[in-house]
């Protein structure tokens, strides 16, 4: 699925490429894998990310009930926004209004939620924590997160190696330096295993 959007991307042909960002699959597995290079379509295509997603967000609600994925995919299109585009009244709604739907979700029973759905919401909890300078409670979800992952993928996994970032960045936050540099180097060594140092990703942890 990543695939096509490179290929778009090495073909330079803009429409498509569009079209494909904004389908929900795709957003989500794109921006898991490497927001970095999400923002980098949206830079070639000059458009406006926030304008193109916002009528992209109400297709994506059609006939979806719920308790499906699409509220961390709300969370995590909210923070992508907030991230490379100006403020906005849909960012703050789609913000506010997906991080009550992942507060909803984990009041109810926690199987209904395994595998990779009940990461993606956990990952999407534990940032809604860290944003609000709950590192403490952060640190936990991401804690059970990483441990999740792990017994799926390993913990050199990208997927992974994100959890770990995040966890560091609630340790740092409690002055907790040592492990959370820790931590830091342990992703950054993994991504360049992984991807190699000239690769976006681990340049984002070399900077």
Known sequence: MIELPWQ?????????????????????????????????????????????YQKAWKEWQRGVDEKSE?????????????????????????????????AKVLQTEKEEYEGETWTAIGNSHGLLLLNQGRYKEAEKVFGKVLTQIEAV??????????????????LWRQNMLHEAERLCNEALIARLNLFGENHERTVSDLS
Do not use: M
Not at 37 to 48: A, S, T
Not at 73 to 100: D, M, N, Q, W
Not at 156 to 163: F, K, S, T, Y
């Open 8 to 52: 778009l991307y090495q073909g330079a042909s803009r429409s498509r490429l569009k079209e494909a960002i904004t389908d929900a699959a795709v957003f989500e597995v794109l921006h898991g894998y490497d927001k970095h290079e999400l923002r980098k379509y949206w830079l070639f295509l000059k458009d406006d990310p926030i304008r193109i």
């Open 70 to 102: 699409l509220f961390g995919v709300g969370f995590r299109l909210a923070e992508f926004l907030r991230e490379t585009g100006s403020p906005s009244k849909f960012i703050s709604e789609l913000y506010e209004k997906s991080k009550r739907r992942v």
């Open 153 to 170: 993928v390993g913990r050199g996994h990208p997927d992974a190696l994100d959890v770990v970032n995040n966890l560091a960045r609630c």
